[in-house]
């Protein structure tokens, strides 16, 4: 089942902060992390494991929250080039299913 | 450094043939590569999982007999989708880490696959 992604869009100025949530109904082994730009291939953020972390990729975080079954992107001080759209993709705990969400399109304005 | 290849960026085929695609690691060697699709407008999907030297893990509901990946050496991996269809029209996209599945991945660029 596609874990819920949330918001779907969101618009900011430069500088400003964002969340992007994903959430899952099943009990996750791991949370990835990629952007996406238009046209392009994605670009791998993170990977967060069981057993709840955070991890930082200079001005972006992320956490996990292995017992509430979701995970958080933190972007700080955005830049106009994290504009793009934003995956996570999570594994479940018996490894069978990797399965990607929606996506969450962020705009970064001048 | 990290950068992966792919090979060809697009390609139309007739329905019934057969289409290889190769992901190259160009500066580095590759443990472990990855292949996705991507259906126009729509998320990524996993299709498997190769470590070099021994069989794809595939995710549920991808067809191993259809989609055939080959990680032949620390540098190569090639997907060959068999007796392909329109539906199979899609970017395929390959990523590689130098360690384990969990280490970071560096992606190609993308092949575009059209089937008439």
């Known amino acids: 089942q596609q874990p819920v992604q949330s918001p779907q869009a969101v618009i900011l100025r430069e500088g400003e902060d964002a969340v992007i949530n994903c959430s899952s109904s099943k009990a996750l082994y791991s949370v990835h992390w990629y952007r996406q730009k238009h046209g392009e291939a994605p670009v791998f953020l993170m990977i967060l494991l069981k057993g709840g972390e955070q991890k930082g990729h200079e001005k972006i975080s992320a956490s996990f929250n292995e017992k509430k079954q979701q995970s958080s992107l933190y972007l700080t001080a955005s830049q106009l080039s994290y504009s793009g759209t934003y995956f996570c993709g999570t594994r479940d705990n018996y490894g069978q299913n990797f399965v990607f969400g929606p996506g969450t399109r962020l705009s970064v304005l001048p | 450094g990290a950068v992966v290849s792919q090979h060809p960026s697009r390609v139309i085929c007739k329905s019934g043939t057969s289409v290889k695609i190769e992901c190259r690691s160009l500066d580095f060697q590759a443990t472990t590569m990855f292949w996705y699709r991507q259906f126009p407008k729509q998320s990524l999907m996993l299709m498997a999982t190769?470590?070099?030297?021994?069989?794809?893990?595939?995710e549920q509901g991808v067809e191993k007999d259809k989609f055939l990946i080959n990680h032949a050496s620390l540098t190569l991996s090639t997907l060959t989708v068999t007796s392909a269809h329109p539906e199979d029209s899609s970017f395929y996209i390959c990523s590689a880490t130098r360690g384990g599945p969990t280490d970071t991945q560096y992606f190609g660029p993308g092949t575009r696959l059209t089937v008439l």
């Open positions: 190769s470590n070099e030297g021994s069989k794809a893990t595939y």
